[in-house]
């Protein structure tokens, strides 16, 4: 079996740790990522680049909002109603599709949902609005709202890669 | 169901919103989960003939107790609204005479997002004074 191994420098310890991670299981590197965060000072870091076109980089801030997220409804009823908790899956796939995702969009809103699903929702007025849904299975539901009689929404395979049909959806909101 | 449990289109509903990502409070918006149903039911209560302070007492003094979460906002729905999205309202007073579920919900989970969107966007948001 490939193994990856990383050396991470440790923020409370002189010198540094090794880690032996069994590949591809990337789960665990988001995982400790997180923990390392939870460690320190729960401050926001490197949140907002701007490149020379003037795109806001927003890919870290909405991690570290995901995480806030998970944080927060990684309890049962956590909206009062008894939602379920967000799972690991859901979290992972998540931040797997927000670093996929291009930053010429606007950042997204990062929703927890009663059955613990997680939701990415751009909202620009009434009737104007595009959602994923995430659901821990390599499948993305969507809804686009581009008008008030024009609705579109369906599910897409969420693998390696994100699907025309969700670029495009957020293009046609944009445009 | 008898007449008395039947509900109007024109009847006023509202949704108790307990969690701060359900809602936008500067832009005064819900948000879509906030309207997503748990086990094929959306809890609301019937607010009409109710004035504000009595619509938040409900929140406050009965909802709230049970759901073990601080109260935040509401979003007031007309049951015309919920109608339009081909679901339904059911008065469920077993434990309190102004309570029901939005029910008839889809199968498909794109769908039932879909609905749930639409409402949250005819949905008036009020923030817990």
């Known amino acids: 079996m490939q193994a990856l191994n990383l050396t991470i420098d440790s923020p409370f310890a002189l010198g540094s740790t090794d880690i032996?991670?069994?590949?591809?299981?990337?789960?665990?590197?988001?995982?400790?990522?997180?923990?390392?965060?939870?460690?320190?000072?729960?401050?926001?870091?490197?949140?907002?680049?701007?490149d020379l076109e003037g795109t806001i980089d927003w890919t870290n801030y909405a991690?570290?909002?995901?995480?806030?997220?998970?944080?927060?409804?990684s309890a049962a009823n956590w909206d009062g109603y008894n939602a379920q908790p967000i799972s690991r899956e859901k979290y992972f796939e998540a931040s797997k599709l927000i670093r996929m995702l291009p930053n010429s969009?606007?950042?997204?809103?990062?929703?927890?949902?009663?059955?613990?699903?997680?939701?990415?929702?751009?909202?620009?007025?009434?009737?104007?609005?595009?959602?994923?849904?995430?659901?821990?299975?390599?499948?993305?539901?969507?809804?686009g709202?581009?008008?008030k009689n024009n609705q579109t929404y369906g599910t897409e395979t969420f693998i390696d890669s994100v699907s025309d049909v969700i670029l495009n959806g957020l293009k046609r909101l944009f445009s | 169901m008898n007449q008395k449990n039947k509900i109007s289109s024109k009847e006023a509903t509202t949704r108790y919103i307990f969690n701060d990502r359900h809602y936008a409070e500067t832009k005064k918006r819900i948000k879509y989960p906030a309207f997503m149903p748990k086990k094929g039911e959306t809890s609301?209560?019937?607010?009409?003939?109710?004035?504000?302070?009595?619509?938040w007492d409900i929140g406050e003094n009965y909802v709230a107790p049970i759901s073990s979460r601080t109260l935040l906002a509401r979003g007031?729905?007309?049951?015309?609204?919920?109608?339009?999205?081909?679901?339904?309202?059911?008065?469920?007073?077993?434990?309190?005479?102004?309570?029901?579920?939005?029910?008839?919900?889809?199968?498909?989970?794109?769908?039932?997002?879909?609905?749930?969107?639409?409402?949250?966007?005819?949905?008036?948001?009020h923030i817990k004074p």
Not at chain 1, 113 to 129: A, M, N, R, V
Not at chain 2, 94 to 111: M, Q, R, S
């Open chain 1, 20 to 50: 032996k991670i069994d590949w591809p299981d990337w789960a665990y590197i988001e995982e400790f990522r997180f923990s390392l965060r939870n460690k320190k000072t729960n401050q926001p870091t490197d949140w907002a680049k701007t």
């Open chain 1, 63 to 73: 991690l570290e909002t995901l995480n806030e997220v998970y944080e927060e409804c």
């Open chain 1, 105 to 143: 969009f606007p950042v997204p809103d990062i929703l927890p949902e009663p059955d613990g699903g997680i939701g990415l929702e751009w909202y620009q007025e009434k009737y104007f609005s595009f959602a994923v849904g995430i659901t821990g299975k390599n499948m993305i539901t969507y809804v």
């Open chain 1, 145 to 147: 709202r581009f008008g």
């Open chain 2, 44 to 55: 609301v209560f019937r607010i009409s003939n109710l004035d504000d302070q009595q619509i």
């Open chain 2, 76 to 125: 007031d729905l007309i049951a015309l609204d919920i109608f339009d999205e081909g679901l339904e309202i059911e008065a469920d007073t077993k434990n309190h005479k102004l309570h029901a579920n939005i029910v008839g919900w889809p199968l498909k989970e794109a769908k039932i997002k879909l609905h749930a969107i639409n409402l949250a966007d005819k949905a008036i948001c």
